[in-house]
Structure formats: C-alpha cells, structure tokens
C-alpha cells in the first residue's frame, strides 16, 4: 500500500501537475487492495492454500493501514482549513500512534470476546458478541486516538484464526461466516449504489481528471509491480515461504481496487472531491471499474495459463503464512 501510493502520488505530481498534498490524498485513496472477486475466482478454480494466503492477508493489513494513511494524508491536504500544525514528526507519532493503539485494543478485545465465546454456545449470542467487537473496538480505539479500522482488523483476526476454532461449535463457525458475508454484500452493494449516485460520467472528458486517470492506472500497475516483485523476490527459493513465479505473477495482477477506495472517496465532502481541478469521485470510480473489468475478467484465464488451477502446487501450505489462511478479508471478520 505504501509503495503504490508512493508510485501513484509521485506520477500525478509529476504528469498532472497536482499539488504534491492533493495527489498523496489521491493516491493513499486508490492504493489498498480489495480481492474479494479474485478469491472467488481462485476458489473456483481449486485454488487454496499458501497463495490465497498472500492476497487474503495482504487485503486484511493492507485496508487497515490504507486507512490510517488516508487519516493522516486528509490532515496534510486540508491542514490549513484544519487548522493542524503538520510536519514529519507529527505524522510519524501519528501513524504509530494510531497503529498501536489501535492493534492493542482490538487484541484485547478480542480474548476478551474470545474468552466469553468459551463459555458459551449459542450461535445467536457468539454472532451479536462478533458485532459487538466491531463496533466496540473501532469506538474504544477512536476515543482512544487509535485507528478503529485497524482495531477491527485486530480483533477480527484473532477471532476469526483462533476464537473460532477453539470457542465455537462447527454449526455455530458456520452461522458466523454465513453472517458476515451477508453483511460484507450489503455493504459492498451499499457503496457501489452511493458512489453511482455521485458520478458524473461528463466529468471523464474534462483535461484533468481525464489525465489523472491515465496517469493513475500507470502509477497502480507500476507500483503493484515494484512491490510484488520486489518483496516477494527473495521467497523464490526459501524454504519455509517458497513463493514460485508463477505466483508473484497471480499476486501481482490479483492485486485489484474495489470498495475502500469507494468508501474512501465518499468519505470526502463535495468541496473536498474537487483536488486541483480533478474529480476525485470520477478517478476512483474509473480505475476501480478499470479494475474489476480489466484484471477481473482475464484473472481466471491468467490462473489456466499459469496452470495453477487444480495444482498441487497451489495448495503447498505457505509456512508462518498459512495461520491467515482461514480469514477471508470480504466475508469474514477481517
């Protein structure tokens, strides 16, 4: 997330002309992933294991710190407006700050709910303490000064990788999952819905914006490669994460944006979505539309041509990895 907003903020500053704080706003906005279609896709085609396991958790930390960067990049942008004294120092203390306080809260949280689960078994009441960790972490956290986001993605974590299979009954794991995947649709339609009323198609035509998508689309791609090729190279041939090519390939074109940016996006008012003559609306919902078409519709052949389909090789665990691998990022509690 960090090296594509980077990629992503340095292009537009650059190829646009937007201000260096409007483009990182943009940018932070359009960098976290959202593979909800392409784990469907995978499953489909009998993909499981250590490489779903990268992009599930990838999703899962990356919305989270997607999130506390936009905080901070909204700050620098309207810091004027805001009246806040920013500087590197203080969006450092910031950042870690928010990280922090809000990955202890949701941990916390999360034995605490964990413990109550042990002692019962009524899947009805272990749904309504799920939401109640939801709803209590990120409220607790912001009070706190820490990311609620990130103190969601904590508990969620642990109840979803170690609660449920230690506290919960079969029938009562899948009544939870059923549950949150419910509530992940709606949400997704939700925003989908929203941003379609705040689109105005015209403004795709207009210099600006119309620059900024292009240029956009070249920053994600180049910044989702520098990225994948770039960390995951140095797994090609380990031994407890081995991560084959034909893997950074998947990971690397699996890597599509869908409802944070929206949610993002939405959050801004009306007068905030106008950044340097840029429609901010009409940039994130075109490359996200991009994305789901574009990536979307060819990741399944992508996965034949590959042939990770199917494959033994596609369900090697993936070492410290696999511990993630039950926590679906667009369904569960991540």
């Not at 950042?95 to 689960?117: D, N, Y």
């Not at 074109?253 to 959050?267: M, T, Y």
Request: hydrophobic letters at 55%; glycine letters at 12%; a negative charge.
């Amino acid at each position: 997330t960090v090296v594509t907003a980077a990629t992503v903020t340095a292009a537009l500053w650059l190829f646009v002309g937007m201000s260096p704080e409007y483009a990182l706003l943009l940018g932070v906005m359009l960098a976290p992933t959202d593979p909800v279609s392409v784990l469907v896709t995978m499953k489909e085609h009998g993909v499981a294991g250590g490489l779903r396991t990268l992009l599930e958790g990838e999703s899962v930390f990356n919305d989270a710190i997607g999130i506390v960067l936009f905080v901070i990049a909204f700050d620098i942008a309207f810091s004027d407006a805001a009246g806040h004294d920013v500087s590197i120092v203080n969006v450092a203390r910031e950042f870690f700050s928010e990280v922090a306080i809000g990955a202890t809260v949701g941990l916390v949280l999360g034995f605490a709910i964990h413990h109550l689960m042990r002692l019962l078994d009524d899947r009805f009441v272990e749904i309504t303490l799920s939401v109640t960790i939801s709803f209590g972490a990120f409220l607790i956290a912001d009070q706190l000064g820490g990311s609620g986001v990130l103190a969601v993605v904590a508990g969620g974590l642990l109840i979803g990788n170690y609660g449920m299979h230690r506290a919960m009954a079969p029938a009562s794991q899948a009544a939870l999952t059923e549950f949150w995947e419910m509530v992940a649709f709606l949400l997704n339609s939700a925003l989908f819905l929203l941003i379609g009323l705040h689109f105005e198609a015209q403004r795709l035509f207009e210099g600006p914006t119309a620059a900024a998508v292009g240029v956009g689309l070249c920053g994600l791609l180049a910044g989702r490669a520098i990225s994948v090729y770039g960390l995951l190279w140095p797994f090609r041939r380990s031994r407890g994460v081995a991560v084959p090519s034909a893997w950074r390939h998947a990971v690397y074109w699996g890597g599509l944006r869908g409802s944070i940016p929206v949610a993002l996006v939405l959050g801004l008012t009306g007068a905030q979505r106008e950044l340097d003559g840029v429609d901010a609306v009409a940039v994130v919902f075109a490359l996200v539309l991009l994305s789901l078409v574009g990536q979307g519709l060819t990741f399944a052949p992508l996965l034949e041509r590959l042939d990770l389909g199917n494959k033994a090789d596609s369900t090697i665990a993936a070492g410290p990895l696999s511990g993630l691998a039950g926590c679906d990022p667009g369904g569960g509690l991540g």
